[in-house]
T-cell receptor
Framework: DTGVSQNPRHKITKRGQNVTFRCDPI?????LYWYRQTLGQGPEFLTY????????KSRLLSDRFSAERPKGSFSTLEIQRTEQGDSAMYLC????????????????FGEGSRLTVL | DAKTTQPNSMESNEEEPVHLPCNHS???????IHWYRQLPSQGPEYVIH???SNVNNRMASLAIAEDRKSSTLILHRATLRDAAVYYC?????????????FGGGTRLMVKP
């Protein structure tokens, strides 16, 4: 399978613990996005990378959240000192750069990592 | 991105056509309309997109109003596997990052 891969698929943690999610994008895709989705809502943008550069961060990305993409391939999203409000599905998506940005802009999403904070 | 407006939910019978409406009254001349859908326990997947003309692909058709303030996603024969949340997204052409801003979407239920 050459789609976007996310691990772990499910994570249950206690409040105050740190968690890290990993995303492996489609191999030729140099843009990578993180979204968060709570129950019954649409996905909300968190941040995106072009290669290893983090180009934009949403106001939703508090100081407890950090995302990296050190070699421009896989990415990690770490949440420190988790809170119950962090419980959500964390979605990763990727796409190749270089397409006419007026064009498709199709994002390829992974299946997500579901976080439950007790 | 500017917001779109969709009904919260719709029902359809299997093997019948489904028309999912979307309003995007603040759309500007170069903004594209994208549709994604999200099956249960999966990430969103691309369905179709368009600018001005109607568009067809293997999954669906997209009909865009002449004034571009609304559009309709058409599933020609709904199947049980089409039960999902459908998101209509107005993509700001000035959005260099190509981020998509999702609303609440329309939950489509398909009855056998």
């Amino acid at each position: 399978d050459t789609g976007v891969s996310q691990n772990p698929r499910h994570k249950i943690t206690k409040r105050g613990q740190n968690v890290t999610f990993r995303c492996d994008p489609i191999s030729e895709h140099n843009r990578l996005y993180w979204y968060r989705q709570t129950l019954g809502q649409g996905p909300e943008f968190l941040t995106y990378f072009q290669n290893e550069a983090q180009l934009e961060k949403s106001r939703l990305l508090s100081d407890r959240f950090s995302a990296e993409r050190p070699k421009g391939s896989f990415s990690t999203l770490e949440i420190q000192r988790t809170e119950q409000g962090d419980s959500a599905m964390y979605l990763c998506a990727s796409r190749p750069e270089g397409l006419n940005r007026r064009g498709t802009g199709e994002l390829f999403f992974g299946e997500g990592s579901r976080l439950t904070v007790l | 991105d500017a917001k779109t407006t969709q009904p919260n939910s719709m029902e359809s019978n299997e093997e019948e056509p489904v028309h999912l409406p979307c309003n995007h009254s603040t759309i500007s001349g170069t903004d594209y309309i994208h549709w994604y859908r999200q099956l249960p326990s999966q990430g969103p997947e691309y369905v179709i997109h368009g600018l001005t003309s109607n568009v067809n692909n293997r999954m669906a058709s997209l009909a865009i109003a002449e004034d571009r303030k609304s559009s309709t996603l058409i599933l020609h024969r709904a199947t049980l596997r089409d039960a999902a949340v459908y998101y209509c997204i107005q993509r700001d052409n000035n959005n260099a990052g190509n981020m998509l801003t999702f609303g609440g979407g329309t939950r489509l239920m398909v009855k056998p």
